[in-house]
């Protein structure tokens, strides 16, 4: 359930990718010991600031306590710095979503359906949404104000563990876990306070 | 005979008393309630009751602005706890979620008592299927996070179909927890007073104790605070009113009085000339008040127009004194004149006296009451108060001038009938209408203050409610059993694209009928367990997920239904108070609706609902057609003034030519000043044609001395110097109120203080008279 990765148009990036992925191998120990004494949560935004645009494909399963068998969910994912975000779900049900800077749409395509939220009316999607966008775009300010930032592993495969700092956002959200390699996210684990949980796995999209 | 002119002075000293102490214990009111007619229809009843002291009439909007968000949102917080702390309000609603809370809760306890959704078919096995796999879809989207939370308990999804049938209405976005405008720059704030739109003085309580709790809150930053709503603008209007009313009052005195010391040179004199328009006030106001209970604030500035009027008389007596002879014999050469022209300006009032509307009326009583009372005193209390010998020096000074210039003004006669001609060409050849049918041209809101109303109702998402269906009933239940009715025909409504969406107190506060209804719709205990097994059956749900659904449905068929009592503490009572009122006769609901687009269709589909008493109501085509029947009623009552004017002239003059000379002047003074205003770009309403009966009574008195037969040239001199006297007195006292911004005021200033110089001006030209005033 991992692997992944935000497809980039870049070829630097792509290259600079490659390059981390054999520094990791050369070093032979993965996350333990490729991390150097220069190496940390600084670094890994300034990596992934780096990514202009990416596409990928998503599988989600979503872990509930009132299901006996997981949700399971796919599409697409389309990222463009530094703010805009798209997730268009294909199975099981078509649906849309598209993030742009402090907007969120929301479009069923059954229903025909299309909503417009203000971010700021709704602090616990704003929060959560900021995790994986702050995340893509490198930007640790926005991420340290609404969450406690951890790093474990190494630049070839690191995780990134937030925890929420806000009340409200403590009241649903337990933690948030995005995992990767370099500049590419491949993970997004959330673990709710009530202890359903979700993953989602991103694939590079090369279509 | 001696002590007949003494008890004179007695019951005028005793009337002055009278009518102070009615003064005394007078309401003064400036609501809108002086536009709407004595007796409406139900439609204009709720209209009345709305503005006077309905929910939206005790609401005020407050926005706080100039700064960063973060103190603005600290501003809002403070002030909404300072203002809640207080009992002048019923609630302050600024964002802060502590009301949220409690209306969710009650919708949440109360979901099967409320949702429309329950029917038998909806916990069948069929149906609860359905519901289940729409939950299935709706866990994988982000309301997903939301739901699991209440799934195990609801299903069915009653909660969101209630929070979806709320959220209908655009809400203000929130900001560190307050509400704001869409672009941050204001932080915004509901507040509903305790006191109704139509208590003024409550109101302007209000008001300050905002400021004073604004004051603290932003603790002297560069915030501002921005107040609208009805009783803001009462408040203001209010004092706008009586701010103007009284400064322009106290000039036109002032230069009147300086006008006067210049001709009479005597300060006893001076203040005689004064006497009867203060009378006449005096006895306006009260006649009013004893007449209709209240005053209201136009008909009170409008007596400051009285001064023009009132002052004439005295001038009259005063000015036309032959050197050497008493008042009292002045009097019988120009009283039956004078007596004339205060019977037609009488009869011009008159008219207004019968309006089914409170504001003219009142302007016709206070009027014609100032009018009779002035005129009375200028015949028996001044001749008895004027120093014995008492003439004015100034008339020979100014006579050869002034009767040169009379001498020759028939000569402007040809050019006088081209004017009039034109006026008449220009008024007819106009495109628009003339007159203004929009209520607001008579507000003395100013358009800033209406803009500014304007942007913070879209800003917190309160835009005026235009349409609304009332449903009558004879009590709270029927009532609500309307209103479900009625929503079921508007639902069909929506469907086909009429309108977007409606409100309706049977929304949260369903009937107890269609309480009891969906409490029968839920199956007992074992056949709920049995038809969810059925539905669960494939589905990927855990089989124990759902019961607390299953105990809570259990409970609900035996729970006590809610009423109003239930909503106590809740956003939501507020709404109920809002759209279902007590009347005397029963019980009103209202249902407001949004985006309407044919209001025709609509009604149709809600005339299909067999036994309901029920009106579609269109706040502002109703609001305008009452101005527009105002306004036609008054033009009515004015030209009903002209003809009783005529016939009154005939019955007294008895001379076709006579009667024809009167008039000719003040008709094309009335014609060449409507040109006028049309020409300035004034779309005239209802106190231009007020205006206009002024510039008559007024008018009537300098035809009728022009066409009178003089006694002698020294007569006719002292005559007609007197009516440039009384004219300049009547220019300057509505002159100035043209320079008023109180449109009200403005329209009768410009108005009267144009036609009366024309109104002499034409006098003296189609009016020719030799030397002693023989026919020529």
């Known amino acids: 359930m991992t692997v992944n990765a935000r497809s980039f148009s870049a070829p630097p990036m792509f290259s600079a990718a490659v390059l981390a992925v054999g520094l990791s191998i050369a070093s032979g120990a993965g996350a333990q010991t490729d991390a150097g004494p220069m190496w940390g949560v600084e670094q890994l935004m300034q990596t992934l600031r780096q990514v202009k645009s990416a596409r990928g494909r ?29 997730k268009h779900t294909v199975r099981p049900n078509p649906e849309s979503l598209v993030l742009d800077r402090d907007e969120l749409t929301i479009e069923s395509k059954d229903g025909n359906r299309s909503r417009t939220l203000a971010l700021r009316d709704y602090p616990v999607l704003w929060a959560f949404v900021e995790s ?76 | 005979m001696r002590f007949w002119p003494r008890s004179a002075v007695c019951i005028w000293l005793a009337g ?56 603005l949102a600290q501003a809002s917080q403070r002030l909404a706890a300072s203002l809640r702390a207080q009992d002048n309000f019923v609630s302050v609603n600024n964002g802060e979620e502590s009301g949220f809370e409690t209306d969710r809760e009650y919708l949440w306890e109360n979901r099967y008592l409320l949702s429309p959704a329950m029917t038998p078919e909806h916990f069948t096995a069929r149906g609860l299927r359905h519901s289940l796999e729409e939950d299935l879809r709706l866990l994988a989207t982000p309301a997903g996070m939301l739901l699991r939370r209440t799934l195990p308990s609801d299903p069915g999804g009653e909660l969101m179909r209630l929070l979806e049938q709320l959220e209908g209405q655009t809400r203000p976005s929130i900001r560190h927890g307050v509400w704001f405008s869409g672009d941050g720059a204001r932080a915004l704030l509901l507040a509903q007073t305790r006191a109704a739109g139509y208590d003024i003085d409550a109101q302007e309580r209000t008001l300050a104790r905002i400021r004073g709790a604004f004051a603290e809150a932003a603790g002297g930053g560069e915030a501002k605070l921005l107040l609208t709503g009805p009783g803001v603008f009462s408040v203001t209007i209010r004092e706008r009113i009586r701010n103007d009313a009284w400064k322009f009052s106290l000039v ?19 203040g005689l000339g004064l006497l009867p328009v203060a009378s006449g006030a005096l006895a306006g106001i009260a006649a009013v ?21 009132g002052v004439d008389y005295a001038i009259y007596l005063f000015t036309q004194i032959a050197p050497g002879t008493a008042p009292r014999t002045t009097f019988d050469r120009i009283w039956p004149t004078l007596r004339l022209g205060v019977l037609t300006s009488l009869c011009g009032f008159s008219a207004m006296l019968f309006s089914g509307f409170n504001g003219l009326a009142q302007l016709g009583l206070f009027s014609m009451a100032g009018l009779v009372a002035a005129a009375a005193v200028t015949r028996w209390v001044l001749p008895e108060l004027l120093p014995p010998g008492f003439a004015v020096p100034a008339v020979t000074a100014f006579a050869p001038g002034v009767m040169s210039l009379v001498g020759r003004a028939p000569l402007l006669r040809v050019p006088l009938l081209v004017m009039v001609a034109l006026a008449c060409v220009l008024l007819m050849a106009q495109r628009e209408p003339i ?80 309480q009891r209804a969906r409490q029968a719709a839920l199956p007992e205990p074992g056949a709920l367990r049995k038809n969810l097994h059925e539905a669960l059956r494939g589905l990927p749900f855990r089989a124990r997920a759902f019961e607390p659904f299953l105990e809570e449905a259990a409970a609900a068929r035996s729970m006590p239904p809610v009423d109003r009592g239930s909503l106590q503490g809740t956003s939501l009572a507020l709404k109920l108070d809002s759209l279902l009122s007590k009347r005397q006769d029963g019980v009103v609901a209202m249902l407001p609706l949004r985006g309407v687009s044919n209001s025709g269709a609509i009604s149709g589909e809600i005339g299909k609902v067999p036994g309901l008493e029920f009106t579609v109501l269109d706040l502002k085509r109703e609001s305008d057609d009452l101005y527009r029947s105002y306004r036609r009623e008054a033009l009515t009552f004015s030209l009903m003034g002209a003809a009783a004017i005529i016939v009154l002239l005939f019955a007294s003059l008895r001379a076709p030519r006579r009667v024809f000379e009167v008039l000719a002047p003040l008709a094309a003074a009335v014609v060449v000043t409507l040109g006028m205003l049309v020409l300035g770009g004034h779309r005239l309403s209802i106190f231009h044609l007020v205006g206009l009966l002024l510039v008559v009574a007024v008018g009537s008195n300098y035809s009728l001395f022009f066409e009178r037969q003089a006694l002698s040239d ?27 911004k109180v449109p009200v005021l403005n329209a009768i200033g410009s108005t009267v203080g144009a036609g009366a110089i024309l109104t002499l001006v034409f006098s003296a030209i189609l009016i020719g008279r030799g030397p002693a005033g023989r026919l020529p």
């Open chain 2, 252 to 270: 036109a005195t002032v230069l009147i009085g300086a006008m006067l010391w210049a001709l009479y040179r005597s300060p006893r004199a001076v």
């Open chain 2, 435 to 514: 007159w203004s049918d929009d209520l607001s041209s008579l507000s003395p809101v100013s358009p800033d203050e209406q803009r500014l109303d304007q942007r913070l109702r879209t800003d917190i998402g309160a835009p005026d409610v235009r349409h609304l269906v009332i449903v009558r009933a004879k009590d709270e239940e029927t009532a609500l059993q309307g209103s479900e009715r009625v929503a079921a025909a508007l639902r069909r409504a929506v469907r086909q694209g009429w309108l977007e969406g409606f409100d309706s107190p049977a929304g949260f506060l369903p009937s107890q009928a269609t």
């Open chain 1, 58 to 86: 998503f599988t989600e399963r979503k872990y509930m306590a009132i299901l006996s068998t997981p949700l399971e969910l796919s599409g697409t994912l389309v990222y463009a710095a530094p703010g805009h975000l798209e």
């Open chain 2, 714 to 740: 020294r007569d006719r001199e002292r005559t007609i110097v007197s009516l440039l006297f009384a004219n300049v007195s009547t220019v300057i006292g509505f002159g100035l109120l043209a320079l008023s």
């Open chain 2, 289 to 309: 008040s004893l007449g209709f209970g209240s005053v209201h604030g136009i008909t009170l500035g409008f007596g400051v127009t009285l001064i023009g009027e």
């Open chain 2, 16 to 71: 002055v008393v009278a009518a102070i102490a009615v003064i005394s214990r007078t309401e003064f009111t400036a609501d809108l309630s002086a536009f709407l007619p004595r007796s409406p229809s139900p439609a204009q009843q709720i209209l009345v009751e709305q503005l006077r002291d309905g929910v939206v009439s005790r609401l005020i909007l407050i926005g706080i602005e100039g700064g960063a968000t973060e103190r």
């Open chain 1, 132 to 207: 994986i966008r702050s995340t893509l775009a490198g930007d640790l300010q926005t991420l340290n104000r609404f969450y406690r930032v951890g790093l474990r592993g190494g630049q070839s495969q690191w995780r990134l563990v937030l925890t929420p700092s806000e009340p409200k956002m403590q009241g649903v959200v337990r933690e948030i876990q995005l995992g990767g390699s370099g500049d590419w996210v491949n993970v997004i684990e959330v673990l709710e306070t009530s202890g359903d949980r979700s993953v989602m796995t991103i694939s590079r999209d090369d279509s």
